[in-house]
């Protein structure tokens, strides 16, 4: 079975500081791995994905993921975070069942900007 | 373009009430989910649609029933609300399986007392 784990639950910083978002998932199979953002009081929104092709991917506000096969994991960071960056962050695998897309979500980290 | 909408945004509910959480998509997603969301536990899915007419069963259905006699609507159904179904749910749709985006609705905050 498919499982995600985000390995801490908080993690405070201050403005302007690096920040790297942990994700480790359990898969015997191929996966496609998805970052998710919930700003407070809204939904889900993606950030980025990994699908195929270069292990490095990016999001449109600096935000970065690398696909790391061997150790299983798809780690977010950010060299440089914001206040407007406070949120908290799901890691996701897609499971292919029947040609559905269920995913299947870690617990969330959530990331506190301090100025 | 709306994405997705939910209504009601905050609700409370006594044990053994009833209700329905309305969940509508506007981007002809054939793809449709309700997700329950507790605190430090992430997203479960509770039910998921692949089409009109067509739904199925999440990792955690118990106390729910959807129906999808749309593209554009799926409705969660709450029979007898427990102080377990206490939680916030997102509703999200996506046009494909597989590697597509889900879009999520902004979610409805349930407590049962």
């Known amino acids: 079975a498919q499982s995600v784990t ?19 998932y359990s898969s015997s199979v191929s996966v496609y791995l998805f970052w998710y953002v919930q700003y407070p009081n809204q939904g ?7 699908l195929s092709g270069s292990t490095l991917v990016e999001s449109i506000n600096g935000f970065e993921a690398e696909f790391n096969k061997s150790q ?4 977010l960071r950010k060299p440089s975070v914001h206040i407007s960056d406070t949120a908290e962050y ?14 299947i979500f870690g617990a969330g980290t959530r990331l506190a900007v301090h100025p | ?3 997705v909408t939910q209504t009601p945004k ?25 997700y329950r969301q507790d605190p430090g536990m992430g997203l479960k899915l509770i039910y998921y649609s692949v089409g009109a007419g067509i739904t199925d069963k999440g990792e955690v259905p118990n106390g729910y029933n959807v129906s999808r006699s749309t593209t554009e609507d799926f409705p969660l159904r709450l029979e007898l609300a427990a102080p377990s179904q206490t939680s916030v749910y997102f509703c999200a749709s ?20």
């Open chain 1, 72 to 75: 299983t994991s798809f780690h």
């Open chain 1, 44 to 50: 889900l929104q993606l950030l980025l994905k990994y």
């Open chain 2, 10 to 34: 905050f609700r409370i509910l006594k044990i053994g009430q009833s209700m329905t959480l309305q969940c509508t998509q506007d981007m002809n997603h054939n793809y449709m989910y309700w």
């Open chain 2, 94 to 113: 996506s046009y494909l399986a597989g590697v597509e985006t889900q879009y999520f609705g902004p979610g409805t905050r349930l407590l049962v007392l």
């Open chain 1, 90 to 103: 799901f890691c996701a695998v897609s499971l292919l069942s029947g040609g559905y897309n269920k995913l």
């Open chain 1, 6 to 24: 985000q390995l801490d639950s908080q993690v405070p910083v201050f403005e302007e500081a690096p920040v790297e978002l942990r994700c480790n």
């Open chain 2, 1 to 3: 373009n709306a994405g």
